[in-house]
């Protein structure tokens, strides 16, 4: 594929997994709480997923990141539904919270090599926020 042709494929695929980030915090929601919250971890999510594009990820590793990324938060959601003090929290807290060690929160349904997945995802995703809390200081 020449490479003008990958430019051009790159926006469009980004918009289209930023798009898809949009339906995250009502499938994630036990309740209408819940959407601001998770509304507030996709935005914090997005500039991670720009970031993986700008990589030279191909779209099927992107597209395995974003989804990851989805379950992430998902259980954050199911967390603070199990746990009500932890709504209190900022959702940037709540996420870092989540992928503190470098793993994903253990994911309810899925198997060893999933976990393994999301805690690819989880590292990378600690270690951008942690460059970009250091590259605004």
Do not use: C
């Not at 020449?2 to 930023?18: E, G, S, V």
């Not at 209408?32 to 998770?38: A, L, R, S, Y």
């Not at 990324?69 to 209190?88: M, Q, T």
């Amino acid at each position: 594929m020449p490479t003008t042709q990958r430019r051009h494929d790159k926006p469009t695929a980004t918009n289209a997994f930023l798009a898809l980030m949009n339906e995250w915090p009502e499938s994630w929601a036990g309740d209408t709480k819940d959407e601001p919250i998770g509304r507030a971890i996709v935005e914090l999510m997005r500039p991670f997923v720009v970031h993986l594009q700008t990589q030279g990820l191909t779209r099927t590793t992107v597209r395995r990141h974003l989804d990851n990324l989805w379950a992430i938060g998902g259980e954050i959601i199911r967390e603070i539904n199990d746990h009500r003090k932890l709504r209190s929290k900022p959702p940037e807290q709540l996420l870092l919270d989540a992928i503190e060690y470098g793993e994903a929160p253990p994911l309810s349904s899925a198997n060893e090599t999933e976990q393994r997945s999301a805690d690819s995802t989880a590292r990378k995703l600690l270690l951008y926020l942690r460059a970009q809390r250091n590259s605004e200081r």
